[in-house]
């Protein structure tokens, strides 16, 4: 933790990280399902009641409900607190390292990203555009102002200015990362005549490429691959799944990877 950090600015944070963690589950939702994430009112998807402004407050009001909801009395899923809860952790973990900085923008932004990324492809299997390609050009906007961990610029553009390594970094990390593996991930496709790599992981390797660099990028997928190959494995054997037919969701691996690079090390 940066010791001039304010515990009253971890407390905001933490506040903000459930708020914005409410507006997340809302993406989570609505986007796989073309829906507007602006209109209409947050709604009860079991029965399509509004849901009043005191029974969607963060955290609470699903604790005074308990875990129902008031109109039809059905299961308020364990997603939304979940997510809510993840979000302000991470927050906080993040302006705890960081401080009251630039950096601590651009974190807490790829941070959103993930968790709406981890769930969508958990329970929808789909990774949308809106944040994978939205957040790679976060990513380059933000490689303008700070630069994008990796040391590809110093070994082939020695002596470039810091913009010109930052966005070389950038750009380097994203095809790297990606190129290699969606060929691969086609080939394979073409060995087992299924599909084994989606394009929406694709984009995720560059939105990762783009935000971490190439090294720290690598280490995010290793780490993403090898959990979810385990976990999924476990899965199969465990549920008597056909491993044949089981789509894993690599890509919320990979989310889970990526997500705690920034907190674990200082980029």
Same mark, same amino acid.
């Given at each position: 933790?940066?010791?001039?950090?304010?515990?009253?600015?971890?407390?905001?944070?933490?506040?903000?990280?459930?708020?914005?963690?409410?507006?997340?589950?809302?993406?989570?939702?609505?986007?796989?399902?073309?829906?507007?994430?602006?209109?209409?009112?947050?709604?009860?998807?079991?029965?399509?009641?509004?849901?009043?402004?005191? %029974?969607?407050?963060?955290?609470?009001?699903?604790?005074?409900?308990?875990?129902?909801?008031?109109?039809?009395?059905?299961?308020?899923?364990?997603?939304?607190?979940?997510?809510?809860?993840?979000?302000?952790?991470?927050?906080?973990?993040?302006?705890?390292?960081?401080?009251?900085?630039?950096?601590? =923008?651009?974190?807490?932004?790829?941070? =959103?990203?993930?968790?709406?990324?981890?769930?969508?492809?958990?329970?929808?299997?789909?990774?949308? %555009?809106?944040?994978?390609?939205?957040?790679?050009?976060?990513?380059?906007?933000?490689?303008?102002?700070?630069?994008?961990?990796?040391?590809?610029?110093?070994?082939?553009?020695?002596?470039?200015?810091?913009?010109?390594?930052?966005?070389? %970094?950038?750009?380097?990390?994203?095809?790297?990362?990606?190129?290699?593996? =969606?060929?691969?991930?086609?080939?394979?496709?073409?060995?087992?005549?299924?599909?084994?790599?989606?394009?929406?992981?694709?984009?995720?390797?560059?939105?990762?490429?783009?935000?971490?660099?190439?090294?720290?990028?690598?280490?995010?997928?290793?780490?993403?691959?090898?959990?979810? =190959?385990?976990?999924?494995?476990?899965?199969?054997?465990?549920?008597?799944?056909?491993?044949?037919?089981?789509?894993?969701?690599?890509?919320?691996?990979?989310?889970?990877?990526?997500?705690?690079?920034?907190?674990?090390?200082?980029?």
């Amino acid at each position: 933790m940066q010791p001039d950090i304010p515990v009253v600015f971890l407390v905001f944070a933490g506040l903000f990280g459930l708020l914005i963690g409410s507006f997340l589950n809302v993406c989570i939702y609505r986007i796989p399902r073309d829906v507007s994430v602006v209109v209409p009112r947050s709604f009860c998807p079991e029965c399509g009641a509004q849901i009043a402004w005191f %029974d969607n407050i963060p955290l609470l009001s699903y604790t005074m409900l308990r875990g129902r909801c008031r109109a039809c009395a059905k299961p308020i899923g364990f997603r939304y607190p979940t997510v809510e809860l993840a979000t302000a952790v991470l927050f906080v973990w993040t302006v705890a390292g960081y401080g009251l900085t630039l950096s601590t =923008a651009k974190w807490l932004l790829f941070e =959103a990203i993930l968790v709406v990324l981890f769930f969508t492809d958990l329970e929808e299997r789909i990774l949308p %555009d809106e944040f994978t390609i939205g957040g790679s050009i976060a990513g380059l906007i933000f490689a303008f102002f700070l630069p994008v961990p990796g040391s590809m610029a110093d070994l082939l553009v020695p002596g470039a200015s810091p913009l010109v390594s930052s966005l070389f %970094d950038a750009v380097v990390g994203a095809s790297l990362l990606a190129v290699p593996i =969606a060929v691969l991930g086609f080939l394979w496709s073409k060995v087992r005549r299924r599909e084994a790599l989606g394009l929406g992981d694709v984009k995720l390797l560059i939105l990762l490429g783009i935000f971490l660099g190439l090294e720290k990028g690598i280490v995010a997928v290793l780490v993403g691959s090898v959990g979810g =190959a385990v976990i999924g494995l476990l899965y199969i054997v465990f549920t008597r799944k056909r491993a044949s037919t089981y789509e894993l969701p690599l890509g919320s691996f990979m989310c889970v990877g990526a997500v705690a690079i920034p907190l674990i090390s200082k980029l």
